[in-house]
């Protein structure tokens, strides 16, 4: 009798915008799975299921088993794919089936008896936010998505942000934040290489200003928060995972243009024109099909990107306004020409500046045969940015100071994936990845600043591009294998990596000079002089950091479908980082703190994981879903690279300072610096504690799904928690004893001379801001020592999020949308936002030195708005015409109230929280009229007013809610043959701002997220209060300009524009 086969499975392809992550996020491809059953509801065993993807013929059979289940891994993300299940001898297909990455896609069978219309009903899910195996906290986002939504920068952190639960810290930069976590804890991954910076020096978390591989080659990209399988590692914050497009049985390709000027940008809210760069031009093509039909495919990309950028701002510098003029930069190039014997080069061409970016990426699919497939991945990214250092408003630099910064960053991939038999599967990736990154400078000598006043005028090398290089070799391997046992499905492997680092950081290896004026240049007296030098008896090539960081990850989990609709997985990972190379050996460190500074981190870190899914009978789509277990993490490398370079035995800094000047030290001879006489040498040393653990955080989440009754819109509320076991933070030991404690009890470390009111200037001149010329800061250290930083791990610190969304799938009306709200609490203790150790002490704002207090997160938005639309017309045809909005509203970036200068003596100024006076006569303000203006400034600011008589915490205050849009129009025409179409795109962020120039600005309190008030003059004797001066306090900024110096524009609206023809 025959049988036909009625599905009801919306093509995965129209699934929601957002189809949460279920449980395979490392993965680079797609799971299948269902039950098959009779007509009385029981397993059907023995039916055959035939997975085809239409467009290459890769085939891949699965058999139910006695539970009448089924499982196909290792399946093509994306598709359309053909279902064809097969059971006593009847056979039928369902065609359009889109599987995406990383997820459990369900398709399941009832077989209906010959009475009921010798029916096999087929469902599965037409949303995949419902799957057995979706437990953890996640994002999908599909090739059809990310060709609707807007993106300017073409990279993955414009997707990434769809996510509620991610915010972008700073849009300049493109830098992400998972529940508040360090921007730089996520990993991001594309075939499952880590495309993260290597070292990590950056905050976007990528090695150059965009992904090392196109968007043009991204078919699907998988965002996790929280996924428990045990072969998620490497991220502590977000793990996204990007998969590369692939060839089929067709020819296909396309070719691109993508334009920007400056007039396609607005002007900021005083009317000035941008200026952050003339034009930018991205062209690229991308071509794929069959070398043999249904057996071996290949796809190819290319994209060039290049920025056409007016440099520095000659009108609006010293330059400009005749602080330093044609004759006096004429003369520091006669003295430097004819005393000194070097060119001091030129400030023409100073307006002239670009950046370049060329990318390949080239891969190959074979299907072996129907139960094995493998496929292979290169790609290549080169990067040339030109630099020009010290040229703002108070600096102008010559042509001997600029730089170029050039990076590459390679990565082949190969994957293989088998069907042993019904029972076994495997997997098996083996990748190699090498970035490079080498500042060129222009000139090979000292760097010599010269002050004119409150300008300065630069030439020379540029201090921190003396010697300034990074070379990275990582391989990896990794292989899992698949049970698969009845109820359960067991999943182990192991998982290695080998990181080979070099990082030479020569910073004033060739001599930094500073001199008082154009006489003291002449006579080669300067004020300042700083030498980094091999330490005595050593030589250069124990300067950099040369170091190989090995992991080793085994894993095993259990997979168990308890009961028809409770599925549970419960999972252990173990890593094992091995550091083998020691640092050398300080002795001094030994004898001053008891501390050994070759420690380095080798423990184990066990990872359980435990994760369920309830499905709830009710009419409509229900579940609760959740888990906990905890992830290891990876601190940027070059955190840990200061253990190898830092130990105070391959390197001295010497260092010289006095106002009057030092003496007639200066040579332009960087082989031949100064080291006697005047100069003394301090050691900068890094530690890590003994015990020091790689990074890890506890995280758990619980939720809710449901289908509401309305156009098959689900409503969600989920809870995501995280904890770290074994965070980090950084502790000063050169302090010294304290020599004070504060009338708010802060320790302080001046001597009496920096304690003496007397000796702070009394005046109004801006020159109060400064340290006091009689005090001495770290009074008690010892005199050899410099910096020494300790770096320990903290229990403390960690956060909560409450996400609400409503989500509607696309449908056959053409409309798609998601909305969502979610609250974020989330403490740290040290915010980790700079690439030296030293500085991520430096410019943490604290109360007390070396506290480990978990404050406020620098990187939590604590209400964040976020709401997609999309719609899909054919006015003409079959040709589509899309229109998208992304919406952001969110409360503004966290900051701390700091004092201008160093309040507490320990060398470091901007960094110690605000004590707020409790009223007029709590503490002493000298000069007449200065309390009278601070306390109307407080009254003026209810948000700083607030914390009367007491220090206001570290990250307290937030600047003003930001709300955004994002537009995209897509329009497609007919090409010149069946089949092709011609692409015209218009993305406009920051929709608001273009129609009100107002809107849309991101009030920014900068990179340190601080704003300074008042300054710290000293104690008062007699009373024991403290002394301050108030001259004024920093106002916000509105954000535009990237890590790089480069304006983005991003608080402005802006246009581009792509032509794109696809055959």
């Known amino acids: 009798m025959n049988k036909r086969l009625t599905m009801r499975l919306l093509p995965l392809m129209l699934s929601s915008l957002f189809a949460v992550s279920g449980a395979y996020a490392q993965s680079t491809s797609a799971t299948l799975g269902g039950t098959i059953t009779d007509a009385q509801g029981q397993p059907a ?57 990383g997820e459990a896609n369900t398709v399941s069978a009832s077989l209906i008896p010959a009475e009921s219309l010798n029916t096999i009903v087929v469902t599965g899910n037409a949303n995949l936010l419902f799957s057995s195996e979706r437990m953890g906290t996640g994002t999908n986002v599909s090739n059809a998505e990310i060709q609707a939504l ?22 300049a930069d493109g830098s992400i934040s998972a529940g508040g976590q360090n921007t730089r804890f996520n990993a991001i991954r594309i075939d499952g290489v880590s495309t993260n910076d290597p070292f990590g020096l950056e905050s976007n978390n990528f090695p150059t200003e965009r992904q090392p591989v196109s968007m043009d080659a991204i078919e699907e990209i998988n965002i996790g928060l929280a996924n428990y399988d045990v072969t998620t590692s490497g991220g502590s914050g977000a793990v996204v995972n990007a998969v590369t497009k692939s060839g089929t049985n067709d020819f296909h390709g396309s070719v691109y243009g993508v334009y920007r000027d400056d007039s396609m940008v607005g002007e900021d809210p005083s009317g000035n024109d941008f200026k952050g760069f003339k034009d930018e031009k991205t062209y690229g093509l991308t071509f794929g099909g069959p070398l043999i039909k249904d057996t071996l495919f290949f796809f190819i990309n290319y994209e060039k990107f290049k920025r056409s950028a007016p440099g520095a701002d000659v009108s609006n510098s010293p330059l400009g306004d005749g602080g330093i003029t044609a004759d006096d930069i004429a003369q520091v190039q006669s003295i430097a020409q004819n005393v000194w014997g070097f060119d001091a080069g030129t400030a023409d061409g100073a307006s002239n500046l670009g950046t370049d970016i060329e990318e390949y990426a080239a891969k190959i699919d074979w299907n072996i045969n129907e139960n094995h497939r493998a496929s292979f991945r290169y790609s290549k990214l080169s990067q040339d940015v030109a630099k020009i250092p010290n040229f703002d408003s108070s600096r102008v630099s010559l042509s001997t100071h600029w730089y170029n910064q050039n990076k590459t960053f390679e990565s082949y991939v190969g994957e293989l994936f088998s069907d042993w038999n019904d029972m076994f599967s495997t997997e098996l990736k083996m990748s190699y990845r090498k970035y490079d990154a080498v500042a060129q400078p222009t000139s090979f000598l000292p760097q010599i600043r010269i002050d004119f006043g409150s300008d300065s005028l630069y030439l020379g090398t540029e201090q921190n591009r003396h010697v300034n290089v990074i070379n990275t070799k990582e391989k990896s391997l990794f292989a899992a294998g698949n049970l698969f046992l009845g109820d359960h499905t067991v999943k182990f492997g192991v998982d290695y990596s080998n990181n080979d680092i070099f990082n030479y950081y020569g910073r004033n290896q060739n001599g930094t000079y500073r001199f008082a004026g154009i006489d003291e240049f002449a006579a080669g007296n300067p004020r300042e002089f700083d030498y980094r030098a091999p330490a005595p008896g050593g030589s250069y090539a124990d300067i950099p950091a040369q170091f190989t960081i090995n992991n080793t990850g085994l894993f095993v989990q259990d997979s168990w479908a308890a009961t028809y609709n409770l599925n549970l997985t419960l999972g252990v990972r173990v890593d094992t980082p091995d550091f083998p190379d020691t640092p050398l050996k300080n002795d001094r460190i030994q004898e001053l703190y008891g501390l050994d500074n070759t420690n380095r981190p080798n423990s184990s870190v066990v990872q359980p994981r435990f994760g369920f899914n309830y499905n709830i009978e009710t009419a409509r789509p229900t579940q609760v879903r959740g888990g906990f277990g905890l992830f290891m993490g990876s601190p940027p490398n070059v955190w840990l690279s200061g253990v190898y370079q830092n130990t105070g035995r391959n390197y001295v800094e010497y260092s010289a300072r006095a106002s009057g000047g030092i003496g007639e030290i200066f040579n332009p001879d960087p082989n031949n610096q100064p080291t006697t006489g005047s100069v003394g040498g301090r050691q900068n040393v890094d530690i890590v504690e003994p015990g020091f653990k790689m990074p890890s955080v506890w995280k758990a989440n619980v939720a809710l799904d449901h289908e509401l009754p309305w156009a098959g819109i689900v409503a969600s509320v989920e809870v995501l928690s995280f904890w770290n076991q074994d965070g980090i933070y950084f502790n000063r030991l050169d302090l010294g004893d304290p020599t004070a404690v504060g009338p708010d009890g802060r320790t302080i470390f001046w001597n009496q001379a920096g304690l003496n009111p007397s000796s702070w200037c009394s005046g109004t001149s801006s020159s109060c801001l400064n340290f006091p010329s009689g005090g001495v800061q770290r009074a008690n250290r010892p005199n050899d020592i410099g910096d020494v930083i300790l770096v320990r791990n903290t229990k403390k610190g960690g956060g909560n999020q409450i996400t609400l969304s409503l989500a509607k799938p696309m449908s056959d009306d053409g409309w798609s949308w998601l909305v969502g709200y979610t609250h974020t609490e989330a403490k740290e203790v040290n915010s980790g936002t700079s690439s030296q150790n030293t500085s991520n002490w430096n410019y943490n704002p604290i109360y007390q030195a070396n506290e480990e207090v978990a404050y406020d997160s620098r990187y939590a938005f604590k209400h964040r708005f976020s709401g997609i639309l999309t719609k899909e017309w054919k006015f003409f045809g079959d040709n589509k015409t899309t229109a998208s ?40 303000f000298p000069v007449a009229g200065e309390e009278e203006a601070f306390f109307a400034y407080l009254d003026a600011h209810p948000e700083i007013n607030k914390y009367r008589g007491r220090v206001a915490p570290a990250n307290s205050l937030t600047a003003k809610f930001l709300h955004n849009f994002d537009v995209r129009l897509t329009q497609e025409f007919p090409g010149f043959m069946s089949g092709h179409k011609a692409e015209v795109t218009l993305d406009i962020m920051n929709i608001g701002n273009l129609i009100n120039k107002d809107w849309g600005q991101i009030d920014d309190y900068g990179f340190f997220s601080t704003r300074r008030i008042g300054n710290f003059a000293g104690i008062d004797p007699a009373t024991g209060k403290y002394v301050y001066r108030f001259t004024g306090a920093d106002s916000s900024s509105i954000q535009e300009v990237n890590g790089d110096g480069i304006n983005t524009g991003v608080s402005r609206w802006s246009v581009q524009a792509t032509f794109r023809y696809k055959f």
Do not use: C, M, W
């Open 45 to 101: 065993t023995g039916a055959e299921v035939v997975i085809t993807h239409s467009n290459s013929g890769t085939v891949s059979r699965a058999t139910t088993d006695a539970a009448g289940r089924y499982s196909a891994r290792g399946l093509r993300v994306g598709g359309p794919y053909t279902i064809t299940i097969t059971k006593d001898g009847q056979t039928e297909t369902r065609n359009n089936v889109y599987l995406q990455i």
């Open 150 to 171: 807007p993106s300017i920068g073409r990279n993955i952190q414009d997707y990434i942000r769809l996510d509620p639960r991610i915010a972008q810290v700073s849009k």
């Open 885 to 924: 909005v992304v919406y952001e509203g969110r409360t503004g970036r966290p900051y701390s109230l700091v004092y201008f200068n160093d309040a507490n003596g320990d060398s470091r100024s901007a960094n110690d929280l605000f004590y707020v006076p409790s009223g007029p006569g709590d503490v002493i």
